[in-house]
């Protein structure tokens, strides 16, 4: 911000000859600062005391969004989205309730869970502090005064017509009832109105609660420890891993053949050689390396993935890892956020881009490396085909106007500054 305001005042011409002039420069940055600073701190103190205060506070309004469902990627969309429509009304978002289970059309067996059980609710509030708020139900002081809102589903339900509806919400926000209960079908997974970046903010305000993020630790470890056994690496050196998102079980090997039909392309599904072969390809690629494989359970009874890897690379899965027990302890839903930031923290990530899971380990790794920098890529999908017969490098293109490539899939894989 200060060095764009220097730019700003040598474009208007002022020249800092003298020493007068620079002195009278000197006093106009440091008035400039401090009625910049002044109000915002200003601000800040009075968003602390909104979020710090409980009931009794007349103008805290709230939204309230129904349980969150489906896999752990498409309820971190759908979470977000709840955030970016309480942020869109100018509301505190209600502490919503994940699924611990991946069912979503069995009502009775959605198994919620809340949200603080899975990521820091404090954590959340801080890092997201001026752009959107969590509230707990403690915090309401009417709790009949509640407007419920109908959300509508189908195709004749339009983007167009769910944005009318909540600009519509918007107009008499302020005087309307202390709590907007949304309800509906699934009412945040499939309406975008956000773009890429909107989102990005939210994700980066998740952090997983610690006893999460200790399995994570104890998996990652795990990898270590096996990969310095055949690395010339020193003991003590960080041994660096690559994580593949192998999707090749039954189901999705259907679902990926029926969108290749529906959307008349050939490059959706991936075989394991396909995989396999493509990961050996990586440019420059140090070997021997170790290869985390991110795989459903279901694959794991043969141990044949292990097979058909090129020298130099050492796959590993749970099983192999002796981590089956970590992963078992837990819902389907923490077992997914471990294997999430497993792959996050992989020196390497190949994932398919057409997989949820995959697309937003790599909107997040885009963003923790900065922004889009084809010449740092350190994501591939290896579902397209790459220079010398690699995966195609990946980074997500921070300037979409909408997540739809990130939710849906896209063969377009490349960022634009
Ligand atoms: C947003 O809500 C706060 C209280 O929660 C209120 O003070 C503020 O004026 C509102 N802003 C807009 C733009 O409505
Ligand atoms: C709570 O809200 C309802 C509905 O708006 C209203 O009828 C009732 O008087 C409110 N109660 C209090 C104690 O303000
Ligand atoms: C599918 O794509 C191929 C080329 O990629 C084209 O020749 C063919 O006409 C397309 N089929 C349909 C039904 O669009
Ligand atoms: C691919 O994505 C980039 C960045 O989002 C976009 O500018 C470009 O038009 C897309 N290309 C195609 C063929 O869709």
Sequence with gaps: MDLSKLNHFRFFG?????????????????????????PKSFEFGIEQGLSGLKSG???????????????????????????????????????PSLSASLFYKEIDQLEPISFDKVFQFEKFNSLCNGFVQLGRYSDLENRSDIVTVQKGSGRRWTIERDLDQL??????????????RIVGKNP?????HWPVTDYAKVFECLVLVDEISKEADKVVAKIRELGSGSNVVSSNARVPYVAVH???????????????????????CSSKDEITTRVSKIPGLKTPMIVYVAVADALLEDGSIL???????????????GVVEIYKKHPYLIQSAIDYEV??????????SYSTFSSLLVLERTVRMGGCRM?????????????????????????????????????NISCLD
């Design 375 to 411: 010449d740092h890529v350190s994501s591939y999908a290896y579902n397209l085909k790459g220079e010398s017969g690699g995966p195609r490098p990946w980074m997500t293109s921070l300037s979409d106007s909408s997540l739809e490539a990130i939710s849906y899939g896209s063969n």
């Design 307 to 321: 097979n058909g890897w090129s020298h130099g690379l050492q796959p590993v899965e749970k099983k192999k890892l």
């Design 14 to 38: 002022l020249r800092l000859t003298s020493l007068i002039s620079k002195t009278i420069f000197l006093i106009v940055i440091a008035f400039i600062i401090r009625t910049l600073f002044l």
């Design 57 to 95: 506070n007349p103008q805290m309004k709230f939204l309230e969004v129904p349980q969150i469902v489906w896999g752990l990627n498409n309820q971190k969309i759908a979470f977000a989205r709840a955030c970016l429509t309480a942020r869109l009304l100018n509301r505190t978002l209600l502490m």
């Design 246 to 268: 192998m999707r090749i079980e039954k189901d999705w090997m259907i679902h990926c053949k029926k969108r290749e039909q529906r959307s008349n392309v050939s490059d959706i």
């Design 188 to 192: 945040f997974l499939w309406q975008d």
């Design 167 to 180: 600009n519509e919400l918007n107009k008499d926000a302020n005087d309307g009832s202390e709590t907007i």
């Design 343 to 352: 792959c996050l923290r992989a020196d390497v990530f190949v994932g398919n």
